[in-house]
């Protein structure tokens, strides 16, 4: 399947139809929909919108298990805590049941809590992790989950999740787990989530499948969907 590119006039545009798209395939997965969330701000602002009542209303939560592409590791109430994040834009305000949060456990050591969240993953998924949605976030240097340019996580072919030691920009320089290409790239449907100019250069390198982390993203039997606003698409040609 080609990578679709969607071009919005500003953050909030982007926003609406990435909560929009959620919603409408929360309601129409024949199951369980499972969801793999990112940490990042254009994220941070999906999360509200999906708060708000008249989006929230439409969202079969009973149904909806969410998940995290990535986890810095430090304590849930940590204001860096991408599950903290989540927490306060979201969780506390829907009716999402408790058991359907499948947080990453960011307090534990690193390579524990990466084993626990591959046991739960393993519990839910069974032998394929797909996701029927993941979103996702792309650095200014094309790193995405906590997938970074020469880490060693990048070859991992066997593990779900593993961790990550993190040592240069961007902050907080803490280690993360992340989730590997094998499960972000079996998910049904991958969405990245990218605005602001600084990361246009980058943008257009991982949008032609450049050897940038993000650039190889490429779900082997879903779609790939770019959800991008105009400052952020500022570097690609009319032609793409
Ligand atoms: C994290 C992420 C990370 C993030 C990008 C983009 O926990 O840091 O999951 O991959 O999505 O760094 O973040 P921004 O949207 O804030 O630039």
Not at 218 to 226: F, S, T
């Amino acid at each position: 399947m080609q990578p679709i590119l969607k071009i919005f006039p500003d953050p909030t545009a982007l926003v609406n139809y990435a909560a929009d798209l959620f919603a409408q395939q929360a309601q129409t997965a024949p199951g369980r929909f499972s969801v793999a969330l990112s940490g990042g701000n254009t994220p941070r602002a999906l999360y509200e919108r999906l708060s708000a009542s008249d989006m929230a209303e439409r969202i079969p939560w009973p149904k909806t298990h969410l998940f995290w592409g990535d986890e810095r590791c430090l304590p849930p109430d940590h204001p860096d805590s991408n599950y903290g994040m989540t927490a306060a834009a979201l969780l506390s305000r829907v009716r999402l049941p408790a058991e359907n949060v499948h947080r990453i456990q960011g307090e534990l050591p690193p390579p524990q809590a990466a084993e626990r969240y591959e046991a739960e993953l393993r519990a839910f998924f069974g032998e394929t992790p797909a996701f029927d949605l993941v979103f996702l976030g792309m650095g200014e240097d094309g790193h995405t989950a906590s997938l970074f340019p020469g880490s060693p996580a990048l070859a991992e072919s066997v593990r779900w999740a593993v961790e990550v030691e993190h040592t240069t920009p961007p902050p907080p320089l803490v280690s993360r787990v992340t989730l590997t290409y094998g499960v972000l790239n079996a998910a049904r449907r991958v969405v990245f989530l990218v605005s602001g100019a600084s990361k246009a250069g980058m943008l257009a390198q991982a949008w032609r499948g450049g050897n940038v982390p993000a650039g190889r993203i490429r779900p082997q039997n879903g779609e790939l969907l770019w959800l991008v606003d105009q400052a952020a698409a500022s570097a690609l040609s009319s032609y793409e």
